[in-house]
């Protein structure tokens, strides 16, 4: 059955509609259209690859292989944070099983580098608090496995407790000159003794992990509509 054209309908253009998705907080079309644009192809390309030899067959796995790794690399090189706000850190933490986790069907490998940035930036907005609390769990767990950065840190937190201490029972903000000069004194102490009980390296391994979690989780986590839809209220 063909259907003749609706001269009363509007015609929109896909950037305008792809901007008013977005104001409207519905992402999740906009995730669905890059997935959906790329089954599209599929059918055709393996009903060529079901009457070529076995020779295209590997060919076109291994293109395929190259290309899910070309995702995944451009979604390292490129800026995670770069719409990331001060207003993303406030208000509460997003739900960890409902929103944050989901269920199976919540993730799937990205279908274009678009796609995979898009994910990343929307979900790195959202769950920043997330985040946030998934560094300090695994830094306390490098700290735990480094027993002298645990050490150093503490005896840190210690030496800046005795300094504040110290300059409010000897009244140093009369001597501005006195208490730059153990401000300074206390900063070098301070860095040789991070450095020297190697809190950076599990600083270092803290925010190295932290940041391929990130990564991976935003850029397979499905895009769910900003605005739920509100229920009828039961009488």
Not at 49 to 77: D, E
Not at 105 to 129: D, T
Request: aromatic share 12%; with cysteine.
């Amino acid at each position: 059955m063909v259907f003749s054209s609706n001269p009363l309908a509007l015609s929109v253009a896909d950037t305008a509609f792809d901007s008013w998705l977005r104001d409207s907080g519905y992402l999740d079309v906009i995730d669905n259209q890059h997935s959906t644009a790329t089954e599209a192809t599929a059918p055709a390309s393996s009903m060529t690859g079901a009457t070529t030899s076995l020779t295209k067959f590997i060919f076109g796995l291994l293109a395929s292989l190259v290309s899910k790794v070309w995702i995944l690399i451009s979604l390292v090189i490129f800026n995670p944070f770069s719409k990331l706000t001060t207003d993303d850190f406030s208000g509460e933490t997003p739900s960890w099983t409902r929103l944050f986790f989901g269920d199976v069907g919540s993730y799937s490998f990205p279908a274009s580098v678009s796609q995979g940035k898009l994910r990343v930036h929307e979900n790195v907005k959202r769950y920043a608090r997330n985040y946030i609390s998934l560094f300090i769990l695994f830094f306390a767990c490098s700290l735990y496995q480094m027993p002298l950065a645990l050490v150093g840190l503490i005896s840190s937190l210690a030496l800046w407790d005795i300094f504040r201490f110290c300059s409010e029972r000897w009244g140093l903000d009369c001597y501005p000159m006195a208490r730059q000069i153990l401000v300074l004194t206390a900063q070098c102490a301070t860095a040789i003794l991070l450095i020297f009980l190697n809190v950076q390296m599990a600083l270092f391994c803290a925010l190295s992990v932290s940041y391929s979690v990130m990564i991976l989780h935003a850029a397979f986590r499905k895009l769910t509509p900003v605005k739920q839809p509100s229920r009828g209220r039961q009488k």
